[in-house]
């Protein structure tokens, strides 16, 4: 079945270092892909999509591309802030979200 | 606009004792989601309604979780008995469906089964 692989934390990093979290995926098809974020304490919610095939989804200044050929939808950004420390998951959408298991990233000042 | 909202926040009961969460979605959202999410894990599925209808609840623990989402609008996740293992955060959330459709997410409900 589909099913999706992220790389596993945590991700400690300094602020202003650059930002790579991996995420692989195994779909018949090829299904929209999606970011979610969860700060402390908050809900899940979208940080970024992409709908097709090198597709670059971005927001807040992360971004991912829609990679056929690897089956994959990295998350980048160039310049952590403290403010970006969060679960990130990745997830494709079927007949519901089926997400990974979340990175933790932790940015200190 | 309201979001997704949950209830309780938190919930601590003993094991074999019953439980309930309340979601009421986005309004106008036709398409309903409960998810569990285990400590250091990823949200998983337990049922999709499209409106009134569970239309994938194969993920459901059936022996012990129940859902219904009368009305097609407010729905409701029962655990009858609770055991220690459903100790988890309950994740509702709703969608205007469609595949391309974002899921917007409740804060979730944490139970805490002793």
């Known amino acids: 079945g589909d099913s999706v692989t992220q790389m596993e934390g945590p991700v400690t990093l300094s602020e202003e270092a650059f930002l790579t979290i991996n995420c692989t995926y195994t779909?018949?098809?090829?299904?929209?892909l999606f970011w979610y974020v969860q700060y402390p304490g908050e809900g899940l919610q979208l940080l970024l999509k992409?709908?097709?095939?090198?597709d670059k989804g971005s927001n807040k200044g992360f971004e991912a591309t829609y990679r056929k050929e690897t089956t994959s939808f990295h998350l980048e950004k160039g310049s952590v802030q403290v403010s970006d420390s969060a679960v990130y998951f990745c997830?494709?959408?079927?007949?519901?979200?089926?997400f990974g298991k979340g990175t933790t990233l932790s940015v200190s000042s | 606009e309201a979001g997704v909202v949950q209830s309780p926040r938190y919930k601590i009961i003993e094991k074999k004792q019953p439980v309930a969460f309340w979601c009421n979605p986005i309004s106008g959202h036709n398409t309903l989601y409960w998810y569990l999410q285990n400590l250091g894990q990823g949200p998983e599925l337990l049922i999709r309604y499209e409106n009134e209808e569970a239309v994938d609840d194969s993920q459901l623990p059936k022996d012990r979780f129940s859902a219904e989402r009368l009305k097609g609008v407010d729905s409701t996740l029962k655990i009858q008995p609770a055991e220690l293992g459903d100790s988890a955060v309950y994740l509702c959330?709703?969608?205007?469906?469609?595949?391309?459709?974002?899921?917007?997410f409740g804060e979730g409900s944490r139970l805490t089964v002793l």
């Open positions: 959330a709703s969608s205007l469906g469609g595949k391309d459709g974002e899921l917007f």
């Open positions: 779909a018949t098809g090829y299904p929209s």
């Open positions: 997830a494709l959408i079927g007949t519901a979200l089926i």
């Open positions: 992409a709908t097709k095939a090198d």
